[in-house]
Structures are given as structure tokens and as C-alpha cells.
């Protein structure tokens, strides 16, 4: 079974400061893509990354990076230079190329304070 | 210029019932999918297409039944509502393949009273 683990249902964070999301999956395939999507309170979905399997170099989009771990399936998410807008649900995504679907963690609340 | 869009927003109605969403996008992908949020936040996949035929059935009941008239669109019936089907609808749409971006409507929140 494809699974994907998201340990931390809720984080907080200050303003401008760095935050750590976590996320571990499991899947028997070698090629596979990673997401992270952004839900804030609007209910949409959101891209925030992506990182393919295959490539050892971490993403980065602006001030959001990933730590991808591919022997320990780990996959976090890391925000820098957090600001108030950042505020959501974070869900840690997974799809392989035997299917056509995304599997999603149970998402990590994530709250940006003054 | 809405890319995925789902009507209604919010549906309100009662056990028994028969309703529909509607989903469509225009940014011309071929695959689509209907997701389920609940209560929780938990967002399983319920039904993938691809260029109008079925791909995906993820153990949903008979009850729910997707309907793709073209490419463009996608959507939701459900028969005989029931409470446990209260939750909110995700409509989405990718170019197929496992590393392009799906884009999501804005959900449809269904209470079943």
C-alpha cells in the first residue's frame, strides 16, 4: 500500500521565523513525484513544491524549500521567513507512475503568529 | 478566468435526496479527478478520468456516480444521500502524468441534514 505520513497535526510559528513541516511515505516503485499543496482557510488547493524522485538536489521556490530523504522516504517541507499569509493546512502529496492519482497525508495545520 | 470550477459552493439538503456538482475546467487537460475532503481534512481520491473514460473507481459506492460528457467536464451525482456523505467535494484537473501539477475548484461543501 502507498501511505504517506504526516506527523505533526498542528505547528505554530512566528513571524519571520523558519518552520519545519514533516513528512515520511511509503511506496514499493522508484520513480515517483512529491508535492507539497498549501490549503488556506479559502478551502483552495494550492502548489506550493514539487520534487522528482530521481533528482537528488532539493527543490526551492522562493522561501520554501524541501529535505528529501529518498532511503529514509522522508520529505519535509521547510518555510523560511514566515509571514502571516502563510497560515493553512499543508499537505504532503505523493504520485507514482502506476497511478493515476495523488495520495495525500492527513496535512499539518499551520499557524503564523505576531 | 477561473481554471476549475465548481458549482454549487455550498449544498444544503436532506437525507434521501439526489444531487449534483458540476465541474469544469478550461485549461484543456486531459485527466480529471473528484476528491473527497472530510471532516478531518483527510483528501482521498474518489474517481479519475482521463479523456472521458474512467481510470480510477476508489471503493465508492454505487451511490456516487461521475459522469464525463467531454474532456471539459466532470461530473458528480450522488443517489440517496446520507449523512456520512457530508463533506466537502474537490473537483481537480491535471495534463496526466505523475509530475504535473493538478489544479483544484474550490470545493463544494455538502451538509446532508
Known amino acids: 500500500a502507498q501511505t504517506v505520513t504526516q506527523s505533526q497535526p498542528e505547528m505554530s510559528v512566528q513571524e519571520a521565523e523558519t518552520v519545519t513541516l514533516s513528512c515520511t511515505y511509503d511506496?514499493?516503485?522508484?520513480?515517483?513525484?512529491l508535492f507539497w499543496y498549501k490549503q488556506p482557510p479559502s478551502r483552495q488547493m494550492i502548489l506550493v513544491i514539487r520534487?522528482?524522485?530521481?533528482?537528488?538536489q532539493n527543490a526551492t521556490e522562493n522561501r520554501f524549500s524541501v529535505n528529501f530523504q529518498k532511503a529514509a522516504k522522508s520529505f519535509s517541507l521547510k518555510i523560511s521567513d514566515s509571514q502571516l499569509g502563510d497560515t493553512a493546512m499543508y499537505f504532503c502529496?505523493?504520485?507514482?507512475?502506476?497511478?493515476?492519482?495523488?495520495?495525500f497525508g492527513t496535512g499539518t495545520r499551520l499557524q503564523v503568529t505576531l | 478566468d477561473t481554471a476549475v470550477s465548481q458549482t454549487p459552493k455550498y449544498l444544503v439538503t436532506q437525507m434521501g435526496n439526489d444531487k449534483s456538482i458540476k465541474c469544469e475546467q478550461n485549461?484543456?487537460?486531459?485527466?480529471m479527478y473528484w476528491y473527497k475532503q472530510d471532516s478531518k481534512k483527510f483528501l482521498k481520491i474518489m474517481f479519475s478520468?482521463?479523456?472521458?473514460?474512467?481510470?480510477i473507481n476508489e471503493t465508492v459506492p454505487n451511490r456516487f456516480s461521475p459522469k464525463s460528457p467531454d474532456k471539459a467536464h466532470l461530473n458528480l451525482h450522488i443517489n440517496s444521500l446520507e449523512l456520512g456523505d457530508s463533506a466537502v467535494y474537490f473537483c481537480?484537473?491535471?495534463?496526466?502524468?505523475?509530475?504535473?501539477?493538478?489544479?483544484f475548484g474550490q470545493g463544494t461543501r455538502l451538509t446532508v441534514v
Open positions: 481537480a484537473s491535471s495534463q496526466g502524468g505523475m509530475n504535473t501539477e493538478a489544479f
Open positions: 511506496t514499493s516503485e522508484s520513480n515517483y513525484y
Open positions: 520534487q522528482e524522485a530521481y533528482k537528488q
Open positions: 502529496a505523493f504520485h507514482t507512475g502506476t497511478a493515476s492519482k495523488l495520495t
Open positions: 485549461l484543456g487537460h486531459d485527466t
Open positions: 478520468y482521463n479523456n472521458k473514460e474512467l481510470i
